[in-house]
C-alpha cells in the first residue's frame, strides 16, 4: 500500500480563498516532491524540498517540509480558477522510487 | 526535443490479449519508471529501470513485464489483459541527481 497519505481528497474552494492540502509519511523522507496534474493531463513537477523545515514559495502557493522530515503542505493563497487540478505529493524514502500520495483534487467556485 | 512520449494513446483490449506500450525520451535520463493511475488511488509503480539493461518490480508489478535494450526507451508489456488492468498508464523519467520525474502524456487502456 501506499507509505504516504494525502488529505483531504477533495477540495472544493470559493475563487479568492486560501486552502491548504496535508501530505503525511510513516516513515522519514529524504526529499518530498509536489506535481500538478490538470484534468486530462499528466503530473508535471512543482517543486522539490529536501531540508528539514523547509519553506519554498512560487508566487501563490507556499510548500513546506516538517522538521521531522515525515509530513509536507502545500498551501494556496487566493484561489484562481487556473489553479484546478490535483496536486499530488511524492516522497523519497531512500531508494530511486517515489511514493505518491492519492492527491487533492481542487475545483474552483468562479 | 520531445521530452517523454508514450505509444499509444489509447487501447481497447479483450481479456487474454496482449499488447506493448512504448515510451521513449530523449533527455538522456537514467531512470525510468512505468505507473498506473487509477482514480482514488494516486500513481503507483508497476517497474522501474535504473540504466539500461536492468528492471526492478515495484509496487504493483503482477501482470506486467518491462524491458530496457536501449537507455531511450522502455517498454511495458501485458501478457494476458484482465479487466482489472483496466487504467491509465503513464511513463516517467528522471535525472539521477534529484528523482524529479518527467511524465509522458499517457496511455489509456480499457480491457474488456
Known amino acids: 500500500g501506499q507509505q504516504v497519505m494525502q488529505i483531504p481528497q477533495y477540495q472544493h474552494v470559493q475563487e479568492g480563498e486560501d486552502f491548504t492540502t496535508y501530505c503525511n509519511s510513516s516513515t522519514t523522507l529524504s526529499n518530498i516532491q509536489w506535481y500538478k496534474q490538470r484534468p486530462g493531463g499528466h503530473p508535471v513537477f512543482l517543486i522539490q524540498l529536501v531540508k528539514s523545515g523547509e519553506v519554498k514559495k512560487q508566487k501563490r502557493l507556499t510548500f513546506q517540509f516538517g522538521e521531522a522530515k515525515k509530513n509536507s503542505s502545500l498551501h494556496i493563497t487566493a484561489t484562481q480558477t487556473t489553479d484546478v487540478g490535483t496536486y499530488f505529493c511524492a516522497g523519497l524514502h531512500g531508494d530511486y522510487k517515489l511514493s505518491f500520495g492519492a492527491g487533492t483534487t481542487v475545483t474552483v467556485r468562479a | 526535443n520531445a521530452g517523454v512520449t508514450q505509444t499509444p494513446k489509447f487501447r481497447v483490449l479483450k481479456t487474454g490479449q496482449s499488447m506493448t506500450l512504448l515510451c521513449a525520451q530523449d533527455m538522456n535520463h537514467e531512470y525510468m519508471y512505468w505507473y498506473r493511475q487509477d482514480p482514488g488511488m494516486g500513481l503507483r509503480l508497476i517497474h522501474y529501470?535504473?540504466?539500461?539493461?536492468?528492471?526492478a518490480k515495484g509496487e504493483v508489478p503482477d501482470g506486467y513485464n518491462v524491458s530496457r535494450l536501449k537507455k531511450q526507451n522502455f517498454l511495458l508489456g501485458l501478457e494476458s489483459a484482465a479487466p482489472s488492468q483496466t487504467s491509465v498508464y503513464f511513463c516517467?523519467?528522471?535525472?539521477?541527481?534529484?528523482?524529479?520525474?518527467?511524465f509522458g502524456p499517457g496511455t489509456r487502456l480499457t480491457v474488456t
Open positions: 516517467a523519467s528522471s535525472i539521477l541527481l534529484t528523482y524529479e520525474q518527467y
Open positions: 529501470s535504473v540504466g539500461e539493461g536492468t528492471t
